[in-house]
């Protein structure tokens, strides 16, 4: 369903255009058996790893409709940008909850309730029914994530960790910001006095009657310990890339797209791609996920392009020295495995007297410094962001044809 490629990616987004005004407004939280009749896009397996970046996604959809009348759609591809900000100015939310996952994987590795509930056995049919679809499509419907994640809190009463990292192990659009960031919203501690309860009538009205739920689902939240966030850093400057010098453009998951702003931006003279393979393993990523992404790397990668993984730094050096690069350039990854990877890769680079230079997208430059507090106080930001969309669309444009 989800073809790793540019085209597909393009596909599937023009063919949901006419929909994303008034239609996607109304509609966006009925989750459709018919696919084919579908009122959300189902696009974010692309958007995840930039195949189909957040400002190319944005500028299709306005070239069909006015900034108000596809505002709907708008907010909801922006909110993605204020998890990984919100989540980039906190990096210690991600490093708790790893550390907490630590601890509740070996708890909870033969705990019967977990086992079921992962295993389609929960005997809550919508549950078991939504747990399949995410392990054969790798896809959930927004609605249903939410719904899913509030029975596996409230009614199952698992650790909200366990689900969230079960999510960011099987979706194709598995993002450690949106992923972590909604689940913890859905239990209640993102913000203060709000968690999210599935409602047996909510779920019959929005899934076209197609499920009994026959069991009782909780009818009040579990309790959590108020909401404590940490303050917002500070996001850290990089310096320029320099000019004149012979630069290695290293591609990843995080950012495809990189090949194409990040290529102009520095002149690279060689590019390869780099995946975490050993990390992703390492985080019981799905093979099926895996593979997505290593795929749309490859499809979009020059095929003389050579593609590393995390096991690769001798060969990393190899490929320095054989194309004499005096450094190499990187899109900051967000906060994740990717992240974590590249640095120790970075590292391990130094004694050889390799330089590596991170460059952050204007987007996200322009955006991340917004998400210190709500979505609504970010949303402020949204009208500017467009206007420097439409500037670059229109700079780009002109560089093309040498004005
Ligand atoms: C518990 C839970 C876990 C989630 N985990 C992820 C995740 O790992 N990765 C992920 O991309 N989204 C996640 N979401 C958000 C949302 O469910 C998906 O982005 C959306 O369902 C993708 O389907 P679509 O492309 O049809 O979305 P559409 O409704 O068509 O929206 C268009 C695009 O906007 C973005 N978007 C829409 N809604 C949200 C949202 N609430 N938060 C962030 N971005 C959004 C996505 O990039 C999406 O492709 C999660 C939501 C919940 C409740």
Redesign the pocket.
């Known amino acids: 369903m989800f073809i790793p490629t540019k085209q597909a990616a393009r596909n599937s987004l023009e063919s ?1 255009i006419p929909k994303c005004g008034s239609i ?1 407004a109304a509609y ?1 939280n009925y989750d459709r058996e018919d696919t084919s009749n ?1 009122t ?9 790893n930039r195949t189909l970046p ?1 400002w190319e ?1 944005i500028d299709a959809v306005l070239k069909e409709h006015s900034a108000t009348a596809a505002s709907k ?1 708008i907010d ?5 940008t ?2 990984k900000g919100w989540l980039q100015l906190r990096p210690s939310v991600w490093e708790a909850y790893q550390q907490d996952l630590t601890k509740l994987c070996e708890s909870y590795s033969n705990h019967s309730k977990y086992t079921k509930a992962i295993e389609s056995r929960s005997g809550i049919d919508c549950f078991d029914i939504w747990n399949r679809e995410l392990i054969d499509n790798n ?4 609605h249903a ?2 719904w ?2 509030s029975i596996w809190i409230h009614t199952l009463k698992l650790p909200w960790q366990l ?2 990292d079960w ?2 192990r099987n ?1 194709f ?7 972590t960031l ?2 913890r ?2 239990a209640g501690l993102h913000t203060q006095g709000k968690s ?1 309860l599935a409602k047996r009538d909510n779920i019959l009205k929005y899934t076209g009657n197609r499920f009994k739920v026959e069991v009782a689902l909780a009818n009040e939240a579990i309790d959590v310990d108020p909401v404590d966030h940490p303050s917002p850093i500070i996001l850290e400057e990089f310096p320029l890339i320099p000019k004149g010098k012979r630069l290695g453009l290293l591609v990843t998951l995080e950012d495809l797209s990189a090949i194409d702003w990040l290529d102009k931006k520095a002149g690279s003279v060689a590019q390869a791609g780099y995946f975490p393979l050993d990390a992703y393993k390492k985080h019981n990523m799905a093979p099926s996920v895996i593979k997505f992404h290593q795929d749309s790397m490859i499809n979009q990668m020059d095929k003389n392009m050579p593609l590393f993984t995390d096991q690769d730094a001798a060969k990393v050096l190899e490929w320095i020295k054989a194309e004499s690069l005096d450094g190499i350039i990187i899109a900051e990854p967000p906060i994740g495995p990717t992240q974590a990877s590249l640095k120790s890769l970075v590292t391990s680079l130094e004694p050889a007297g390799t330089i590596c230079y991170w460059a952050r997208h204007w987007w996200d430059a322009t955006l991340y410094p917004y998400a210190t507090h709500g979505f609504f106080r970010f949303k402020k930001a949204i009208p500017s962001a467009i206007s420097q969309l439409k500037v670059n669309l229109l700079k780009s444009k002109q560089q093309s044809l040498g004005i």
């Open positions: 949901f996607y966006r579908s959300v896009s189902r696009i974010s397996p692309w958007i995840r957040e996604v759609f909801e591809v922006l909110w993605r204020y998890w896809y959930l419907h927004n994530r939410m899913y994640a689900g969230a999510f960011l979706l659009d598995g993002d450690p910001a949106s992923n909604s689940w919203w859905v999210y």
